[in-house]
């Protein structure tokens, strides 16, 4: 199966949320133009909640409804949105996990001692990453079964106060969920998972 290819420019994507709070294969690693635009239709069964990352506003949905339109409002945006969808009546787990790739960008990624076990987040096949750091972590990334992933162009670590350089996953993270381990020099440790697509 061959990475999606981005749709043409001033389309608006719909993202549905299937019964059970999950969102189809096809929809959950969308590679959009800098100007398209996504929305959610809710079609769970339950009321959901879907908390992003970074640069839009958490989601809330009622049974049946459709979300505003999110994207650039006229802007180019250059970077990846992750999310996740959680049943409100439930929301200490969640239901699924997708992203959405603006032209070229990197997910944020924050590594922080404030904030050491993250929700799971994910790119699309070939997306990127951009870890900023309140201090010098050493950065460890496995596979599910636990083997080194050995997966991104550079491989940074250990990642630094600030913002880092943007880094690419290589065809070997595509359809894996990666978990990574940061850990300080005063061994305060934390850390995460994330979905690559295929």
């Known amino acids: 199966m061959s990475a999606a290819r981005p749709l043409p420019q001033g389309v608006l994507r719909n993202i549905p949320i299937s019964p059970g709070g ?10 959009i133009s800098p100007y398209d635009s996504f929305n959610f239709t809710n079609g769970a069964g339950f009321a959901v ?31 990846t949105v992750s999310y996740n969808v959680y049943n409100v009546a439930n929301p200490t787990t969640p239901t699924a996990t997708g992203c959405v790739q603006f032209g070229i960008g990197p997910l944020a990624v924050a590594m922080d001692a404030s ?10 096949a070939g997306g990127q990453i951009q870890v900023s750091a309140d201090g010098t972590y050493k950065v460890t990334w496995t596979f599910a079964n636990g083997s080194p992933a ?21 065809a070997g993270a595509n359809s894996q969920t990666l978990k990574y381990t940061f850990v300080t020099a005063a061994l305060v440790q934390g850390g995460g998972t994330v979905k690559v697509g295929s």
């Open 22 to 31: 999950s969102i189809p294969p096809a929809s959950q690693s969308l590679k």
């Open 150 to 170: 050995n997966v991104w162009s550079p491989a940074i670590t250990p990642v630094h106060a600030g913002q880092n350089p943007v880094q690419n996953a290589l």
């Open 49 to 79: 909640r879907i908390i992003f990352n970074t640069q839009f506003s958490n989601v809330d949905l009622g049974v049946g409804a459709t979300s505003a339109e999110d994207g650039g409002n006229g802007s180019a945006l250059n970077l």
């Open 115 to 124: 904030h050491l076990n993250p929700a799971p987040f994910a790119i699309p």
